[in-house]
């Protein structure tokens, strides 16, 4: 069910970091994992279970060995190799899972399948977190419901007209029609929208940015999907008649909302979203503001996928139906299926 030989994140390095000399104890595509960084500076995530009595290593704490479990204080290093503990003749333990870790981009991003295939080239890249010209903010939510439901959700713009009527939704987007395309392992659904009223977000993001508010515009939702399971998407207003996405910067809000899901169980992921812009970067107070709006846009998003979850595990009879407006969400989910099938093919292959 879940693409295992990838890069996902696993946290941010703000959320590691605050937990001191404490490891993060996380679920990812099923692989329990304990994430600490060591006494060295370097990150490293471990099977969160230890050899000894199988307590749990995310409950231990960082040391000069590694990571030390708190049950008994048997010790093992970032490879899951038991290397001491007290009084005790430990060398001969089993290692547990290692599994490989990059930093980059403010994230833990961890590789949880066949560690002999991990391999850092294949990390995502994004321009705007190391650019100066770009502002970033996001945040975490723990969503009980299978991630796919997540991509179907950011793939079909269209919810936003009823779920977040308040802040991003408009009638026309209903109206507009999505164009979807793919490419490879790569979805994109698009929708413009031109000479309209900007909603009520957009409206705050055109006054930061020096516009007027109720001005009519050219608005765009450019949804890219890529494997596993990241989804960006280029959102913004620009002054109608002035080109919309391809307008000048001073004409316009331009932004990137940041998706990356990762797999817990079957039916629950991390939901790491955010929001990169090109417009006043340098305005902290303007990025803590979209960050709380967007949070709040998000978290009407996550009561609505939790309970459409329990709705189909009470039904799981029921086959869920198809309209124009799912193109970019059905897409996707057969981009993971075939490499699913790949992954599991080679793993096959492996084993003969």
Same mark, same amino acid.
């Given at each position: 069910?879940?693409?295992?030989?990838?890069?996902?994140?696993?946290?941010?390095?703000?959320?590691?970091?605050?937990? *001191?000399?404490?490891?993060?104890?996380? %679920?990812? #595509?099923?692989? $329990?994992?304990?994430?600490? +960084?060591? !006494?060295?500076?370097?990150?490293?995530?471990?099977?969160?279970?230890?050899?000894?009595?199988?307590?749990?290593?995310?409950?231990?704490?960082?040391?000069?060995?590694?990571?030390?479990?708190?049950?008994?204080?048997?010790?093992?290093?970032?490879?899951?190799?038991?290397?001491?503990?007290?009084?005790?003749?430990?060398?001969?333990?089993?290692?547990?899972?290692?599994?490989?870790?990059?930093?980059?981009?403010?994230?833990?991003?961890?590789?949880?399948?066949?560690?002999?295939?991990?391999?850092?080239?294949?990390?995502?890249?994004?321009?705007?977190?190391?650019?100066?010209?770009?502002?970033?903010?996001?945040?975490?939510?723990?969503?009980?419901?299978?991630?796919?439901?997540?991509?179907?959700?950011?793939?079909?713009?269209?919810?936003?007209?009823?779920?977040?009527?308040?802040?991003? *939704?408009?009638?026309?987007?209903?109206? %507009?029609? #999505?164009?979807? $395309?793919?490419?490879?392992? +790569?979805? !994109?659904?698009?929708?413009?929208?031109?000479?309209?009223?900007?909603?009520?977000?957009?409206?705050?993001?055109?006054?930061?940015?020096?516009?007027?508010?109720?001005?009519?515009?050219?608005?765009?939702?450019?949804?890219?999907?890529?494997?596993?399971?990241?989804?960006?998407?280029?959102?913004?207003?620009?002054?109608?008649?002035?080109?919309?996405?391809?307008?000048?910067?001073?004409?316009?809000?331009?932004?990137?909302?940041?998706?990356?899901?990762?797999?817990?169980?079957?039916?629950?992921?991390?939901?790491?979203?955010?929001?990169?812009?090109?417009?006043?970067?340098?305005?902290?107070?303007?990025?803590?503001?979209?960050?709380?709006?967007?949070?709040?846009?998000?978290?009407?998003?996550?009561?609505?996928?939790?309970?459409?979850?329990?709705?189909?595990?009470?039904?799981?009879?029921?086959?869920?139906?198809?309209?124009?407006?799912?193109?970019?969400?059905?897409?996707?989910?057969?981009?993971?299926?075939?490499?699913?099938?790949?992954?599991?093919?080679?793993?096959?292959?492996?084993?003969?």
């Amino acid at each position: 069910m879940f693409i295992k030989n990838t890069w996902y994140v696993a946290c941010s390095l703000a959320e590691l970091e605050a937990l *001191g000399d404490k490891p993060l104890g996380r %679920t990812i #595509c099923n692989e $329990k994992m304990a994430i600490f +960084k060591g !006494v060295d500076g370097k990150v490293a995530a471990v099977e969160d279970f230890c050899p000894h009595r199988g307590a749990p290593m995310s409950l231990g704490k960082a040391c000069k060995n590694g990571l030390r479990c708190g049950y008994h204080g048997l010790e093992m290093g970032a490879d899951g190799k038991t290397v001491h503990m007290p009084g005790q003749r430990v060398r001969g333990f089993p290692a547990v899972k290692a599994f490989a870790v990059v930093e980059r981009y403010g994230f833990v991003w961890v590789w949880p399948g066949d560690q002999a295939q991990a391999d850092e080239a294949q990390m995502p890249m994004f321009e705007f977190f190391d650019n100066p010209a770009w502002a970033y903010g996001g945040g975490l939510y723990h969503v009980q419901a299978d991630y796919r439901l997540m991509i179907d959700n950011l793939m079909d713009l269209t919810h936003e007209t009823y779920v977040h009527s308040t802040s991003i *939704g408009q009638p026309e987007i209903d109206e %507009t029609p #999505c164009e979807t $395309k793919v490419d490879g392992d +790569k979805v !994109v659904t698009q929708r413009f929208m031109d000479g309209i009223q900007a909603p009520p977000f957009w409206q705050m993001a055109m006054s930061a940015n020096g516009l007027d508010p109720q001005a009519q515009v050219d608005r765009w939702q450019i949804c890219r999907f890529s494997p596993p399971s990241h989804i960006m998407i280029d959102v913004g207003v620009a002054l109608a008649g002035h080109g919309g996405f391809d307008a000048p910067a001073d004409k316009k809000a331009y932004s990137v909302v940041v998706d990356f899901i990762t797999p817990e169980t079957e039916t629950s992921h991390w939901y790491h979203w955010g929001m990169a812009r090109n417009f006043k970067a340098d305005d902290a107070a303007l990025t803590d503001s979209i960050r709380q709006g967007q949070g709040k846009i998000f978290g009407e998003d996550m009561e609505m996928l939790q309970l459409q979850q329990q709705n189909i595990l009470r039904h799981p009879e029921r086959k869920l139906l198809m309209l124009n407006i799912d193109a970019g969400g059905v897409q996707s989910r057969r981009v993971i299926d075939r490499l699913l099938a790949q992954e599991k093919t080679t793993e096959t292959g492996a084993n003969a």
